[in-house]
């Protein structure tokens, strides 16, 4: 994924090449494939030279590679090192994923560079499905045909590269971790979705749904998930209180302190949600206000201050 990000933040592009475009490549010709350091340089290539480009860089990082042939076209996939028991690790949605040799490998159209990883992973699985099922795709794994084919040795470069803006890559990697890390989550969530949409009214399911991609820092996510279970329940104390947790993690304290507030108005007497004022006031400073929830807290359960012994001794006077 960050491969893919750092080539499209550089800005190389998908462009068919005018002299020979792999498509109508015939017979009695030969395409030429640019070498990766080629397409680097001049920032585009066609589908095969976006393959090797791809497929060059993971190798280089210890990744075993395959390039795709199918009609007209070539794109390519890669080993994530995972074995096929562990698939549902990386998806729930199997035709996203080739199994081969008992690992899991990710199909990627490489044309695709300059989108996300995610639209090239799912377009590289259509085209996998689509060609396999007809019978109509050939794999060619590199270390295989290195065996036949040995790689050349070229000469050093007479130009040198820039590396792509730091910023740019970061912002796309960001971007595609969050965007990952939601689609590995479909496994936990996916059973209290189902529980919610056989129960309605049972906004259970829907706050561990919510909670969870809290957890993994899916904050929007979680936000979205805490809507539906306040336009459900406009007086559930939970909605605020998980907010305001989430406020926390981020140490955005005055922020949770409004949460807290605003759920301790619907449940008065919770003492989790006096403890969570408590201690967003201590990251804050405001010594008086966390001892004074405390000791509300332990007021309506005793057994606060016992759970609680650390922050108990670091309000003492």
Not at 21 to 30: L, M
Not at 49 to 64: I, P, R, T
Not at 180 to 188: F, P, Q, T, Y
Request: proline share 4%; net charge negative; glycine share 6%.
């Amino acid at each position: 994924m960050t491969l893919f990000d750092v080539l499209s933040a550089d800005g190389i592009r998908y462009v068919v090449d005018p002299n020979s475009p792999y498509a109508k490549v015939k017979s009695d010709r030969v395409d030429y494939v640019q070498f990766g350091r080629e397409t680097l340089k001049i920032k585009s290539g066609d589908c095969d030279d976006l393959s090797v480009l791809l497929s060059a860089g993971l190798e280089n990082l210890g990744v075993e590679t395959a390039v795709l042939d199918v009609p007209g076209h070539l794109f390519m996939m890669f080993n994530c090192g995972l074995d096929e028991t562990k698939a549902d690790q990386i998806s729930l949605q199997q035709d996203l994923l080739v199994m081969h040799d008992g690992k899991v490998w990710i199909p990627l159209e490489a044309t695709m560079i300059g989108t996300s990883f995610s639209e090239a992973w799912a377009e590289g699985a259509r085209k996998y499905n689509k060609y396999s099922q007809a019978g109509k795709l050939h794999a060619i794994f590199l270390h295989q045909a290195w065996d036949k084919y040995r790689p050349v040795t070229l000469k050093p470069a007479s130009y040198s590269l820039t590396v792509p803006d730091k910023q740019k890559v970061g912002e796309r990697v960001s971007m595609e971790q969050k965007i990952l890390l939601k689609k590995s989550l479909d496994r936990l969530v996916k059973p209290y979705e189902v529980m919610a949409a056989a129960e309605p009214k049972n906004v259970t399911p829907l706050m561990q749904v919510a909670i969870t991609y809290a957890r993994y820092g899916l904050y929007d996510a979680a936000e979205k998930t805490f809507e539906k279970i306040q336009a459900q329940q406009p007086d559930n104390s939970a909605v605020p209180n998980n907010r305001g947790n989430i406020y926390y993690m981020q140490n955005q304290y005055d922020k949770a302190i409004e949460s807290y507030r605003y759920a301790e108005q619907l449940a008065a007497n919770d003492p989790g949600i006096k403890m969570n004022l408590a201690m967003a006031n201590y990251k804050l400073g405001q010594l008086d206000e966390a001892r004074e929830k405390f000791e509300e807290a332990v007021t309506i359960d005793a057994d606060v201050a016992q759970r609680y012994q650390g922050l108990s001794k670091l309000l003492s006077r």
